[in-house]
């Protein structure tokens, strides 16, 4: 993401972002536990231990704070992705982004719980809606271009268009990953992951009598 927020002065770049950084974590933390609504940022600097007056150094106001707290979410699913965007192998590169993307732990649950609540949000915020649709776009292109690159290579199947293919899988990624939160005994990490093995199952290509490559016969 562009730095749009100037350092104070005499402090080290370094300490500018992680003090951000921290400011962020908190944040998440207030939404989870209470809510955006309640996500003030008297309770967000409460939380980080702060004062408001370091809040405001970093950020004009909360709603500058809460847009920067997902898009920071945005940021980190970005970077995986374009590390996966030339990946030889698209079949461990899918495993790759679902196992960094699915809530398998406390922190990712965490992102997933602000999220849902940004989505939750957008309905009613054009603002929230226009940026989100952005960023899931950008996402979803690039699933596309693995899927396209899979179909060339002859790992993903040719027969349904790799636009489709992309949001089936992104469809089932973010089914398991919002519900999974809420019902964490019926999804635990290795169903999860088992989940998605069978979503990539759809996506490969099939052989005589409708036989994944290197599958036996019985």
Do not use: C
């Not at 939160?181 to 989940?195: H, V």
Request: charged letters at 25%; hydrophobic letters at 45%; zero cysteines.
């Amino acid at each position: 993401m562009t730095d749009t927020f100037a350092p104070a002065a005499g402090r080290p770049r370094g300490d500018h972002d992680a003090r951000r950084q921290e400011v962020v974590e908190a944040t998440w933390r207030v939404i989870h536990r209470s809510g955006i609504d309640k996500a003030s940022l008297r309770a967000i600097a409460r939380e980080a231990g702060f004062t408001t007056g370091v809040i405001t150094h970093y950020f004009a106001d909360k709603e500058e704070l809460l847009a920067f707290a997902v898009a920071t979410i945005f940021d980190w699913i970005r970077e995986r992705t374009e590390q996966l965007a030339e990946a030889e192998d698209v079949i461990a590169a899918l495993r790759t982004l679902y196992d960094a993307a699915l809530p398998v732990d406390e922190a990712r649950r965490l992102q997933w719980s602000v999220w849902l609540a940004f989505l939750s949000r957008a309905r009613h915020n054009p603002a929230y809606a226009d940026a989100i649709l952005s960023w899931h776009s950008s996402f979803r292109r690039r699933l596309e271009g693995l899927m396209t690159r899979g179909q060339e290579a002859g790992s993903i199947r040719r027969d349904v268009p790799a636009a489709v293919l992309a949001d089936q899988f992104n469809a089932a990624l973010d089914g398991l990953a919002l519900m999974a939160p809420f019902e964490r005994d019926r999804f635990p990490p290795a169903y999860l992951r088992e989940l998605m093995e069978l979503a990539i199952g759809n996506l490969t290509p099939t052989t005589a009598a409708g036989q994944a490559p290197g599958e036996q016969r019985p």
